[in-house]
């Protein structure tokens, strides 16, 4: 079955029910390892994917398949605990599908996390990177086949996916921690082969900062239905041919985890300091 504006509906009126009328909110998607976040909302109501109508489930070790409702300082924001990937079979319209369902159910600025491999010699496994801008090299969209006008126009524009005002939300919120924040942007591929030097080198040439097999095309439908991104990517691994060792999905989620202190401290301060839209 497609999984159209109908599907979309019936996954948000599950949830209206389920989380009562729900508030504008901040989204939250927590990518490999990072899903600690939502442990520590306040008033947190979960929601398992497996009961929401239509709802992809994932199949990746290290992701906990749940909505999380609840609030940050006083700051409404709805939490997907864990997310599917292209890799997985899935067809970009049911990757972005819960994205899409969390912006219908009221989500109205979107943070995207993600595990990411760095391109760059002189950083390090647990740096965290803000994105600036991303590359789309899964040879496939979310928009593909006919567009229906009431999730966003045709052609988009992608100028402004992850506008800078949100990445400035995010720095001073690092600032304010001592914490380094880099930026840069992030190059989405299939997967779920981590990649050659080759195509690392490919990579650097052109133009990205990280790597990685998730995010891109969740960004593109929020920007198709007119919600800005914060990006995060946390660099669980230098990139191949950089890395000395071989990489392994052990090492991103061991990585992962052993900053989630610090990524949960950044995001728990920079969702009450976004924008109200
Ligand atoms: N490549 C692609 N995806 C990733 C990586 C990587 O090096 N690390 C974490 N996710």
Redesign the pocket.
């Known amino acids: 079955m497609p999984l159209g504006f109908d599907q979309i509906q019936s996954a948000v009126a599950f949830l209206a029910d389920r989380l009562g009328g729900l508030p504008p909110t901040v989204g939250v998607v927590l990518g490999s390892g990072l899903g600690g976040f939502a442990d520590q909302l306040e008033g947190a109501v979960r929601v398992p994917y497996a009961t929401i109508p239509h709802f992809p489930v994932s199949t990746v070790e290290g992701h906990r398949g749940q909505m999380v409702a609840g609030s940050v300082n006083g700051r409404a924001v709805l939490c997907m605990q864990g997310r599917v990937h292209g890799y997985e079979g899935y067809d970009p319209t049911g990757v972005v599908f819960p994205a899409r369902v969390l912006i219908r159910a009221g989500v109205r600025t979107m943070v995207l996390t993600n595990?990411?491999?760095g391109i760059h010699e002189d950083w390090q496994p647990g740096d965290l990177m803000v994105i600036t801008d991303h590359i789309n090299l899964t040879g496939r969209s979310p928009l593909t086949g006919p567009n229906d006008v009431r999730l966003g126009p045709r052609f988009p524009d992608m100028s402004h996916v992850y506008p800078a005002e949100l990445q400035e939300v995010a720095h001073r919120a690092a600032k304010g921690m001592g914490l380094t924040l880099r930026s840069g942007v992030y190059l989405g591929?299939n997967?779920p082969q981590?990649?050659t030097p080759a195509e690392i080198r490919m990579a650097r040439t052109l133009g990205a900062d990280a790597?990685?097999?998730s995010t891109v095309h969740e960004a593109i439908a929020c920007s198709h239905l007119g919600v800005p991104v914060l990006g995060i990517s946390c660099i669980?691994?230098l990139?191949?041919g950089i890395s000395k060792v071989a990489?392994s999905h052990t090492e991103?989620k061991d990585v992962a985890n052993a900053v989630e202190s610090r990524f949960v401290g950044l995001l728990r301060d920079i969702c009450p300091a976004l924008p109200q839209r």
Do not use: D, I, R, S
């Open positions: 595990a990411a491999g591929l997967g981590y990649e790597v990685g097999m669980t691994n990139a191949a990489l991103v």
